[in-house]
């Protein structure tokens, strides 16, 4: 493609380097003026590197950028601004305890000729942006006072008071309930007929179909296509994504329950802060069956997990597992009777990233025979426990055991995890976000392996902020919103439509008003 | 080629050399500017250490309880506490062996265990305390640690002065019963059979009559190899390890973590007591006295740790260059007049550039990575 004056960004031949790693390897993108472009890509593809290249965060090794036809060198994100480009990141950066107008013009402040901001003209500027592309935002609200939905829309309002023509959104649909994606994606529609560029990166295969025309594709690093999206189905950009044929609905059999085997029964628990945060909250589950848990980020699932293995005290209700009653005891406990936990966020909770492969193998079974023997340690034992885990599960490097963990790629972490979880042999496996920042092909093996210990008669309580992994996966979905589940839904009655509106709390869904 | 070398520049002892080096490359700059030859310093400071058996033998006597109370600090460091309390530690360690001291003399098979061990024993406590406050109410153990270490100080002022202690016209206490020193043949050696015979053994005269000598330095060594042991090779050193690099994970994998952190001050306190009570017992003027300010064997435990990252072993060789460093500052101000605080901004050099060593395998891997670019 010529370089031409109707498009907003064309990118040439960019190289980027991390260490010895090539993030990119060359890649090219030509976005139209006016147009949604997205591009799309397997986490750890690239995607976000070559935006944060266009935004000015990081320097590319090799390349061109032209906006609009001509050449630039976009040395930092202020150029960037200059420029007319804007960028929503994934995780906000916002300021907790701002109202939303002083997050919307900070660092841009309009002053007098004393120093003072002048907060009138300031609120003029950004009503007249919010009447013209319909967004319903409170600017008096403190920013940590309003829904994540919401904080995403002030993440634009700030990117378009800067005067930005071209919006690089990454990843907005991560955290966003289904009908907070809708108003999203009616946003961009608006942002479009006025004149805009919009680039949205994304690895979510419904959403392009909706938002944009045009799509291009990253994988590992290298330039793949740039493709009309309306002449693609999902299962051939999944394809053109990963590189090779893949399964995107979860084969399953049907599911054969048996007795009840994990049941929490009004439930009440305040948070660290004194709130109550999961109210008269009652579940239960039965062998051989996956129970999927969606709500929005904040509802009390970190809450729930907590009082679980006992961090938090249960005010009242009871937590039982197999008759037994577990609730404020102790973590040691909780794991002693068969429950085993896959945790949310890896790095923080779910393993020790300075201690070896091996070490981690055995972070619940330390204090067993044969790894204990006598107070000290047995390594030979250890070790043989480790090779058996990484075989089993597949954890590559194959001869990984006395490599740091921190240094195996994400997916093999969690293989790791699960393994170990699952060697457990758990009654109930409570699995959070396990596929959070993995490439397809870990995910499908994730998901297999799931399926695989429910058919063994386990069951498993399956936690997640993917909508679309709760839906495929569960035979059977709670819906917790403020603390309680709000409703339940076989796996054949639910759709997006009507678990995406309890999450989002029930009809309720009048928004702010300025 | 290239890469040998950068294993090697990237090992933890290289990377401390060199910064012991840079500290020693400052230290004489400091000394040129201000008016002082340093290459005369330096063979003054080599000459402190090493001209004579005797003072080789001060050096390893100096080092061991700044030897225990750096394993002190660094077996809270591997559990990530900070145990700035090694200080108060010593101090009560000293207050409690000198008590029990004084006021007990039995046969020394009994009274040696029984002073060390109350000096154990009030360590202990006293780091207890701190890992106490810090699991049941959060309290940051640097908080507690440093009003802790300043009750020791006066708690010792206060004993040294008790009319039933105190020795009139000192600042400080009667010497503890000799039946509960450590000092290598202490009475011997100063007896007309032993004075004729050290007499005509100069060696030995120089390194055990004229110096405390003691068996503590080999006590210390000892107790380094076991925390190592306890650290690496045990079921508990493994809690400690886990809870240090990442208490969350830990505590979800059922590990009590705040047990764990009691645990973890009981020992390190107990080991900073090791310090203060070998101090006394095996000092030839075994008194506890009226502290003006603090004398710093907790603090330079400090010191001894970071220099040793921590790691039991190292807290050895740090500990031994450490005193070997102090000694030679003392004949440096003595020998010359250069001030002796000389020795104090090596030292801080060199615990700066040992932190800011980190930085050499990114230095060395950005090099090795042009060299390798360049023939590609």
Redesign the interface.
């Known amino acids: 493609m010529e370089i031409n004056k109707d498009y907003a960004v064309q990118m040439r031949g960019i190289s980027k380097f991390f260490g010895n790693f090539q993030a990119l390897d060359s890649v090219d993108l030509d976005v139209k003026k006016g147009e949604t472009h997205a591009i799309l890509g397997e986490n750890g593809a690239g995607k976000s590197t070559l935006m944060n290249i266009l935004y000015g965060l990081y320097g590319a090794d090799g390349g061109t950028i032209y906006l609009n036809g001509e050449p630039v060198y976009i040395k930092n994100p202020s150029v960037a601004i200059s420029y007319g480009i804007g960028m929503v990141h994934q995780h906000f950066m916002l300021v907790e305890k701002f109202t939303v107008l002083q997050n919307i013009i900070l660092g841009n402040e309009t002053t007098d000729k004393f120093g003072i901001i002048n907060m009138r003209k300031a609120r003029k500027k950004v009503i007249e942006i919010i009447k013209r592309y319909g967004m319903n935002v409170d600017l008096k609200k403190k920013i940590r006072n309003i829904s994540v939905g919401m904080q995403q829309k002030v993440e634009i309002l700030k990117a378009l008071y800067r005067g930005a023509e071209i919006l690089i959104l990454d990843e907005p649909t991560a955290v966003l309930t289904p009908q907070e994606v809708d108003e999203l994606l009616e946003i961009i529609e608006n942002l479009k007929k006025d004149g805009k560029t919009v680039i949205i990166i994304t690895h979510k295969l419904k959403e392009i179909k909706k938002s944009s025309k045009e799509c291009t594709i990253i994988r590992k690093g290298k330039f793949v296509d740039c493709v009309n999206v309306k002449d693609e189905s999902e299962q051939s950009l999944a394809e053109k994504m990963v590189g090779h044929k893949v399964k995107l609905l979860v084969d399953k059999e049907k599911a054969t329950p048996g007795d009840v085997v994990f049941e929490i029964k009004d439930l009440n628990v305040k948070s660290h802060r004194g709130v109550d945060v999961i109210k008269n909250l009652s579940m239960s589950l039965k062998k051989g069956e996956i129970y999927g848990l969606a709500g929005v980020d904040g509802n009390g699932q970190k809450e729930l997990m907590e009082a679980l293995i006992c961090r938090l005290y249960v005010e009242s209700g009871k937590i039982l597992i197999n008759g037994k009653e577990i609730q404020n005891t102790s973590t040691r406990n909780v794991l002693d009777s068969k429950i085993s936990i896959i945790h949310e966020d890896r790095h923080r909770y779910g393993c020790i990233l300075g201690m070896s492969v091996a070490d981690n193998a055995i972070l619940e079974k330390y204090r067993e025979k044969p790894f204990n023997a006598n107070g000290f340690l047995n390594y030979d034992e250890r070790d043989k426990y480790t090779e058996k885990l990484i075989e089993k599960y597949d954890v590559r490097p194959s001869k990984c055991k006395y490599t740091k963990i921190r240094n195996l790629s994400g997916g093999n972490q969690q293989k790791l995890v699960i393994g170990r979880e699952i060697e457990n042999d758990p009654d109930l496996l409570i699995a959070i976000q396990p596929t959070r920042g993995l490439d397809v092909g870990a995910i499908e093996y994730v998901h297999k392996v799931l399926i695989d210990l429910r058919d063994k008669g386990k069951a498993i309580l399956l936690i997640s902020l993917e909508l679309d992994e709760i839906l495929d996966l569960s035979d059977r979905i709670g819906v917790i919103y403020d603390g309680s589940i709000v409703g339940e839904f076989d796996q054949k009655e639910a759709n997006e439509q009507n678990v995406g509106l309890l999450m989002a709390g029930g009809k309720n869904n009048d928004e702010e008003h300025i | 080629m290239t890469r040998s070398i950068s294993r090697i520049l990237k090992s933890y002892f290289m990377r401390t050399f060199i910064a012991v080096l840079l500290g020693f490359v400052v230290a004489s700059a400091i000394l040129f500017i201000t008016g002082y030859n340093p290459s005369q310093c330096m063979a003054v400071m080599f000459n402190a250490v090493f001209s004579r058996p005797k003072f080789i033998v001060n050096v390893i006597l100096k080092s061991t309880p700044i030897i225990l109370t750096g394993l002190s600090v660094a077996f809270a460091f591997k559990m990530g506490l900070f145990n700035i309390g090694a200080e108060g530690q010593f101090i009560v360690s000293t207050i409690a062996s000198a008590i029990v001291g004084l006021v007990f003399n039995f046969h020394p098979i009994i009274q040696v265990p029984l002073v060390i061990m109350s000096g154990v024993f009030a360590g202990a406590i006293f780091g207890g305390i701190i890992g106490f406050l810090k699991s049941k109410f959060g309290i940051h153990e640097v908080i507690t640690s440093i009003m802790l270490n300043w009750i020791a100080l006066y708690l010792c002022n206060y004993i040294s002065n008790l009319a039933c202690f105190h020795k009139p016209e000192s600042d400080g206490t009667y010497p503890i019963n000799e039946s509960g020193l450590t000092l290598f043949m202490y009475k011997w050696k100063f007896s007309e059979e032993g004075r004729s015979f050290l007499k005509n053994n100069p060696v030995l005269n120089d390194i055990i009559l004229k110096t405390d000598f003691n068996f503590n330095f080999i006590l210390a060594v000892i107790i380094a190899i076991v925390v190592w042991v306890v650290i690496y090779?045990?079921?508990?050193g493994?809690?400690f390890?886990?809870c240090g690099?990442?208490p969350?994970?830990?505590?979800?994998?059922?590990?009590?973590v705040n047990k764990n952190i009691i645990y973890t001050m009981l020992i390190s306190g107990a080991l900073s007591g090791l310090a203060g009570a070998l101090a006394l017992t095996g000092s030839s003027n075994p008194v506890i006295h009226v502290l003006p300010v603090f004398e710093n064997y907790g603090f330079n435990g400090l010191s001894v740790a970071l220099i040793a990252g921590s790691s039991p072993i190292g807290c050895i060789f740090a500990g031994i260059m450490f005193s070997a460093l102090i000694y030679a500052g003392q004949s440096l101000q003595f020998k010359l007049g250069a001030p002796s605080e000389i020795v104090n901004i090596m030292i801080g050099t060199i615990v700066f550039f040992v932190a800011l060593s980190v930085i050499i395998p990114v230095i060395v891997?950005k090099i090795v990575?042009k060299e390798e670019r360049k023939s590609a």
């Open positions: 090779k045990t079921r508990k493994y809690e390890r886990a690099l990442n969350d994970a830990a505590q979800n994998a059922g590990i009590d891997d990575e």
